[in-house]
């Protein structure tokens, strides 16, 4: 009886240590940056619109599990609707499918069934428009985020700019994509997937550009604009060295490919081998418990 409820016991932490690996792996690429919803919502009586937005969001889920990139048309001449989803360069094309496959359900909840939608988390995006909705600038910004800490006076700006000029010219080699660390300033530029090199690399100047106006001496920041995104972190005392299981291949292109060390990965490696070694130890003390419990028991039987 002891014996099963030791092993119930030590199971049970097992299977609580594999929740939090499933809990803190999700966080690092699924959290929501900014949703933009259109004002107008679908003239829907006959269902159609709801029919062809179903189909498309099961098509985009459906392609994220094969690639980084995908852009559709779905429904009738009246009832078009045109939808893609992109994934972050880095991601593999299991955590790809993870975060897209929750984009379809945040879109409903967030925006409801409006003509246009667009959710942006920190792995993916998600945008879909029906035919005919007004059309924007590729330049235009639609988020932005700076830290809040500044620096100033100690060559940051100088670093960060190197860093900047070293992304822009790694977008158009990695064909959309493009991640790397330069003197303690981490950068990382990404294109939507249907974006030529030329375009791509005029995009991402421009959010830079952005970057150095709106976040001036933060050390960290983010723009958003239409057609492309940057992000970059500087780190005083070095970047933090981390593991990463993200591939770089993709169909949408990819540069060299260096995941955000300000992720939480590197942490969750940590919480996860101090939760696992303790379960190990618990089991290893019941083990070393029950045998001195039989071996006191086989010495009172002798006398």
Same mark, same amino acid.
């Given at each position: 009886?002891?014996?099963?409820?030791?092993?119930?016991?030590?199971?049970?932490?097992?299977?609580?240590?594999?929740?939090?690996?499933?809990?803190?792996?999700?966080?690092?690429?699924?959290?929501?940056?900014?949703?933009?919803?259109?004002?107008?919502?679908?003239?829907?009586?006959?269902?159609?619109?709801?029919?062809?937005?179903?189909?498309?969001?099961?098509?985009?889920?459906?392609?994220?599990?094969?690639?980084?990139?995908?852009?559709?048309?779905?429904?009738?001449?009246?009832?078009?609707?045109?939808?893609?989803?992109?994934?972050?360069?880095?991601?593999?094309?299991?955590?790809?499918?993870?975060?897209?496959?929750?984009?379809?359900?945040?879109?409903?909840?967030?925006?409801?069934?409006?003509?246009?939608?667009?959710?942006?988390?920190?792995?993916?995006?998600?945008?879909?428009?029906?035919?005919?909705?007004?059309? /924007? +600038? !590729?330049?235009?910004? &639609?988020? $932005?985020?700076?830290?809040?800490?500044?620096?100033?006076?100690? *060559?940051?700006?100088? #670093?960060?700019?190197?860093?900047?000029?070293?992304?822009?010219?790694?977008?158009?080699?990695?064909?959309?994509?493009?991640?790397?660390?330069?003197?303690?300033?981490?950068?990382?530029?990404?294109?939507?997937?249907?974006?030529?090199?030329?375009?791509?690399?005029?995009?991402?100047?421009?959010?830079?550009?952005?970057?150095?106006?709106?976040?001036?001496?933060? /050390? +960290? !920041?983010?723009?958003? &604009?239409? $057609?492309?995104?940057?992000?970059?972190?500087?780190?005083?005392? *070095?970047?933090?060295? #981390?593991?990463?299981?993200?591939?770089?291949?993709?169909?949408?292109?990819?540069?060299?490919?260096?995941?955000?060390?300000?992720?939480?990965?590197?942490?969750?490696?940590?919480?996860?081998?101090?939760?696992?070694?303790?379960?190990?130890?618990?089991?290893?003390?019941?083990?070393?418990?029950?045998?001195?419990?039989?071996?006191?028991?086989?010495?009172?039987?002798?006398?």
């Amino acid at each position: 009886m002891s014996l099963s409820i030791s092993l119930l016991f030590l199971t049970s932490l097992l299977l609580f240590s594999d929740l939090s690996v499933i809990e803190s792996a999700t966080t690092e690429y699924t959290t929501l940056i900014y949703k933009g919803c259109a004002k107008q919502q679908f003239s829907d009586p006959s269902g159609l619109y709801s029919q062809a937005l179903s189909a498309m969001f099961g098509s985009l889920v459906t392609q994220s599990t094969k690639t980084r990139f995908y852009k559709t048309t779905t429904g009738t001449s009246q009832t078009t609707i045109t939808g893609l989803f992109q994934c972050r360069g880095d991601l593999t094309n299991h955590d790809c499918y993870n975060c897209v496959s929750r984009l379809p359900v945040l879109s409903d909840k967030l925006c409801g069934k409006t003509i246009a939608s667009r959710v942006q988390l920190s792995g993916c995006y998600l945008l879909y428009e029906v035919a005919g909705f007004s059309q /924007i +600038s !590729g330049m235009e910004m &639609l988020f $932005k985020t700076c830290g809040k800490n500044n620096i100033a006076g100690t *060559g940051f700006e100088e #670093r960060r700019d190197t860093a900047f000029g070293v992304m822009q010219n790694g977008v158009v080699s990695g064909h959309g994509f493009y991640a790397t660390t330069y003197e303690s300033v981490y950068v990382l530029g990404q294109c939507e997937g249907d974006v030529g090199d030329s375009d791509c690399s005029g995009c991402v100047k421009n959010a830079l550009e952005k970057a150095q106006v709106e976040c001036g001496t933060a /050390i +960290s !920041g983010q723009i958003y &604009l239409h $057609k492309c995104f940057i992000a970059y972190s500087y780190y005083p005392n *070095g970047v933090p060295r #981390r593991s990463s299981s993200s591939s770089s291949s993709s169909s949408s292109g990819s540069g060299s490919s260096s995941s955000d060390p300000s992720s939480s990965t590197g942490a969750t490696g940590k919480t996860v081998a101090i939760i696992v070694g303790g379960a190990a130890g618990v089991g290893f003390l019941v083990i070393c418990l029950l045998f001195a419990k039989n071996l006191m028991k086989k010495k009172h039987d002798d006398y």
